[in-house]
């Protein structure tokens, strides 16, 4: 499709070239389109776009089926309350074995004052000495095991953020305020991640890709202004204010077919013009520059 623009735009410039015209460069004019396509695989429960339609820039246009993802998010969120569970257990356990050491601490210290007047046998403070190395023991396993319950339910929290997102994927937003140019999906079919469902274009602002000749370089530059004409009947023209954005860095060879053996050397280079749009100018239409004033 390129190709033939070219080629057209190639040729009115060739004839105007013969022509007393002014306009310094010719092209047609193009928008940034942007494919929106499934993110998931599901049956499309709707899309409510419309060919022509203006939509806003994160606007909800359409659902795909939500029923898997949030039957596994239900199953995340039961394990998660699980291992939670779990983890108020082992806190539970070591708060008893804090308290049973407390008071084992106490006795111990009893002891050791009755074995001082021999109310108290030296049997009896190894015991409660063992007893208290058995509850330091438990509370480092305590402590081991809620260290790896903590891993686990950190596991099956990335796995719920996993879910999340898809599940936001199914909400199919819309990238950019535009227009829908062209719609691929229909409500109830199946669709797959990937999948075009329909084409937009930002039109508030349009681009007019011309060619010039390496002797009119010198007057384009990026970021001046020109004027962009397009036609108003046969002979008058709209005119409008653009901005000059890029400028190839590599020249394309003139097409053959529409040159002379002579003129098939020639060099052009691509040029892109933004201009606000009010609605008039439309994808595919023809657009002429003047780089100057007249």
Same mark, same amino acid.
């Given at each position: ?14 004839? #105007? ?13 193009? !928008? ?11 049956? $499309? ?23 898997? %993802?949030? =039957? ?5 969120? @039961? ?20 308290? *049973? ?27 409660? /000495? ?18 790896? &319950? /903590? ?5 099956? !929290?990335?796995?719920? $953020? $996993?879910?999340?997102?898809? =599940?936001?994927? #199914? ?7 535009? /227009?829908?140019?062209?719609?691929? !999906? ?16 930002? $039109? ?12 009119? =370089? ?7 202004? #020109? ?22 860095? *590599? ?18 280079? @691509?040029?892109?013009?933004?201009? %606000? ?11 002429? &520059? ?5």
């Amino acid at each position: 499709m390129r190709t033939f623009i070219l080629f057209a735009t190639l040729a009115l410039l060739w004839g #105007c070239q013969n022509s007393n015209h002014t306009t310094d460069a010719f092209g047609n004019f193009e !928008a940034v389109e942007i494919l929106v396509s499934s993110e998931m695989n599901g049956k $499309l429960l709707w899309l409510q776009i419309e060919e022509g339609q203006m939509i806003d820039k994160n606007q909800e246009v359409g659902l795909v089926d939500t029923i898997i %993802p949030s =039957l596994q998010l239900e199953e995340i969120k @039961a394990q998660i309350a699980k291992v939670q569970a779990n983890l108020q257990s082992i806190d539970a356990q070591t708060e008893i074995l804090g308290q *049973q050491a407390e008071n084992l601490n106490t006795d111990k210290s009893r002891i050791e004052n009755m074995i001082k007047t021999g109310a108290a046998t030296q049997k009896q403070f190894d015991d409660i /000495s063992g007893a208290l190395k058995v509850i330091d023991k438990q509370r480092d396993a305590n402590q081991s095991q809620k260290v790896a &319950v /903590s891993k686990e339910l950190q596991v099956i !929290a990335a796995k719920k $953020l $996993l879910l999340d997102e898809q =599940l936001r994927k #199914c909400h199919i937003l819309n990238p950019i305020s535009g /227009s829908v140019l062209e719609r691929y !999906a229909e409500e109830g079919e199946m669709t797959a991640t990937g999948k075009p469902l329909y084409k937009i274009a930002k $039109l508030d602002t349009i681009i007019l890709r011309a060619y010039v000749s390496g002797g009119q =370089l010198h007057q384009v530059i990026k970021g001046n202004t #020109c004027k962009v004409l397009i036609d108003k009947g046969k002979k008058e023209y709209l005119e409008f204010e653009g901005t000059i954005t890029w400028i190839s860095s *590599q020249a394309e060879f003139t097409p053959k077919i529409i040159q002379t053996k002579e003129e098939r050397v020639n060099m052009v280079y @691509a040029i892109k013009i933004e201009i %606000p749009n009010n609605g008039t100018i439309k994808i595919g239409m023809p657009g002429e &520059v003047k780089f100057q004033n007249d």
